[in-house]
C-alpha cells in the first residue's frame, strides 16, 4: 500500500509556480485569490524582513501594501527576465514599502562619508539606524542599501569609503570644482563608459571637457570618480549630497 500510495503521489506531482503565476495572469481568479492564500505567509515574512520587526495582519498598513505588491508582482512578473518568482516578488514588494515610507516620513537625516571613515564608526552607524526598532524605518532600509551597493562600486576602482573621506577636497570651492568635474564625467556617455571598461579616469580626455589643470584632475581623481558612480546610479540619498555640493551647501565630508 504504501508503494502504491507513493506512485500515486508521483503521477500528480505539484504545479510549478510559474505556470500557475501563468494561469492566474490569463485571468484565473479563484487560482490567484488561492495562490495568495497559500502564500500569505511569505508576503507577512517578506514585510517583517524588510520592516526588520513581526508585522500582524490586523491593522497593519505595511502588510496591506504587501499584499498589493505580491499581487503586482504576479501581474508583472516575466519568466523570460526574472528566473525566480518569489526572488522578484521581493523586490517588488520592498519597493512599494520603501514608497510608502518615503511618504510617510517627514524628518530625513542627513549622512556624510565622515560618518564612516573607519570600520569603528560604520559598525556605530549601522547599529544606530539599522535597528529593528528604530523610527526611522525608512533610512533602515535604504540607507543601508545605498551604502553597500555604493562599497561594491568603489572597491571595483580600488577605493574604500575611509580613504575617500581622506582625499576629499577640503574646502568649498575645491569641493564644488571637483564635484562639477564629476558631474561633467557622468554626463558624457563616452567618457564614463571608458572609465568603468578600464576602471581608470580617462584623464586625457576629461581634461578637454573641464577648464582646469591636470594636476587638478589628478589630485582629486579618486573623488571625481566617485561623483560620477553616484550620479550615473540609483543612490537617491547620496546624489542629495551632491546637489548640496553643486549650490554651494553643507560639505559632503
Known amino acids: 500500500m504504501k508503494i502504491l ?30 495562490f495568495i492564500s497559500d502564500y500569505n ?11 526588520g520587526k513581526y508585522i500582524e495582519i490586523e491593522n497593519s498598513e505595511e502588510y496591506s501594501i504587501g ?9 508583472s512578473y516575466d519568466p523570460k527576465r526574472n528566473t525566480n518568482f518569489f526572488n522578484f516578488c521581493e523586490q517588488v514588494i520592498r519597493r512599494r514599502i520603501i ?17 564612516f571613515d573607519d570600520e569603528e564608526h560604520e559598525s556605530k552607524f549601522e547599529e544606530q539606524y539599522l535597528r529593528s526598532d ?5 533610512e533602515n532600509i535604504e540607507i543601508k542599501e545605498e551604502i553597500i ?14 580613504e575617500l573621506v581622506l582625499i576629499s577636497p577640503k ?30 579616469l580617462p584623464i586625457v580626455e576629461l581634461l578637454k571637457e573641464v577648464d582646469v589643470s591636470r594636476k587638478t584632475v589628478e589630485k582629486y581623481r579618486k573623488f571625481i570618480i566617485a561623483v560620477s558612480l553616484i550620479l550615473k546610479s540609483n543612490l537617491d540619498d547620496l546624489k542629495t549630497h551632491i546637489r548640496d555640493l553643486e549650490e554651494g551647501g553643507k560639505d559632503l565630508v
Do not use: C, W
Request: aromatic share 10%; hydrophobic share 35%; charged share 30%.
Open 171 to 200: 574646502h568649498k570651492d575645491s569641493m564644488k570644482m571637483a564635484t562639477n568635474i564629476g558631474r561633467k564625467l557622468a554626463q558624457n556617455d563616452a567618457l564614463f563608459n571608458k572609465m568603468m571598461k578600464t576602471k581608470n
Open 67 to 75: 499584499l498589493l505588491a505580491f499581487n503586482e508582482a504576479i501581474d
Open 41 to 51: 505567509r511569505f508576503i507577512i515574512k517578506t514585510v517583517s524582513n524588510i520592516l
Open 99 to 115: 514608497d510608502y515610507l518615503r511618504s510617510t516620513q517627514k524628518d530625513r537625516n542627513v549622512y556624510t562619508f565622515s560618518q
Open 5 to 34: 500510495h507513493l506512485f500515486k503521489k508521483n503521477e500528480s506531482p505539484k504545479e510549478p509556480v510559474n505556470a500557475l503565476v501563468e494561469k492566474i495572469q490569463k485571468g484565473d481568479k479563484a487560482l490567484r485569490e488561492k
Open 149 to 162: 551597493a555604493f562599497k561594491e562600486k568603489l572597491s571595483e576602482f580600488g577605493i574604500t569609503l575611509k
Open 134 to 138: 528604530s523610527s526611522y524605518a525608512f
